[in-house]
C-alpha cells in the first residue's frame, strides 16, 4: 500500500448496473501512481471485488460492527467484508456518526474489529458547522481523533478520512488554508502519540474534477475520500489522475 489513496465511497447508491462504471476506471487506469479504493454499498461488495480483481482497484465496506459474529440482525462483522473481497472499510463517517448515533468509543472498537480481520480502517473524523462558527474545530478534531483510534494503530492498518460535516455532499468545500489548518493539526496529534508512523490523511467533503488538483497541492493531504463524484467513471478518473499528478 502507498500513501497516495483515491477511495471512493457510494453510500447507498448503486445496483448491478454501476459495475459497468468500475471496468471502465479500471480500463483507464492500469498502472495508477495512487492507491484507488471503492466502497460500494455491502450488496455489490462481492461482485465488484471479482470486477476488481488483478487490477489497480482496491475495494472496501462502510461500516462493520465491532464482534466478530452473533446475534446481530442487519450488521456485517469485519471478517465478513475480508471474505467478500474487500481490503478496507470506513469507519465513523459522519452519516454513520449522524443516523446510527455512533460514539468516538464504537468507532474505536469497530477500528479494532477492522485490524483484528485484516482490513485497513478509513477513519472519519470532521466538525460541524456550528462547531467551526463556534471556533472549536480543532478541539473537536482532537477529541475524535483521540477517542477514535484505539491502540495498535499504524499507517499500514489506519488511515484518517478529515471531512468537514457541512462540505460534505453541499457543494462547499474549505479554503486550502482551512484545510492545511486541520491536516497539519491531524499531522502533530498523530506524531504525538503514534510516533513513526506516516499515517496517509484524506480530505473528503465536495472533492470535484475541477478542485482536486488544488486541494491535493496542499501539505499533508495524501488523498481524498469522494462521495458524489465517485460512482461516475469519468469524474473520479479525473480526480485520480490529479492525484497522480500531485
Ligand atoms: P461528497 O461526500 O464527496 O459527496 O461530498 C464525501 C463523503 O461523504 O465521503
Redesign the pocket.
Known sequence: MGKKLAAG?W?MNGTSADLAEVSALIAAHPAPACDILICPPATLLSRLSDTAQGSAVQTGGQDCHANASGAHTGDIAAAMLADAGASHV?LG???RRTDHNETDAEVAAKTLAAHGAGLIAVV?IGETEAQRDAGDTLAVIGAQLDGSLPQGCTAANTVI?Y?PVW????GRVPSLDQITEVHDFIRARLNDRFAGQDFSLLY????KPDNAAQIFAVGNVDGA??????LKAADFSAIISALDAA
Open positions: 465511497n453510500k470506513i463517517h459522519s452519516e472519519c478520512a471531512e462540505a460534505i455532499g453541499t473528503g467533503g465536495s472533492v475520500l469522494v462521495g458524489g463524484a465517485s
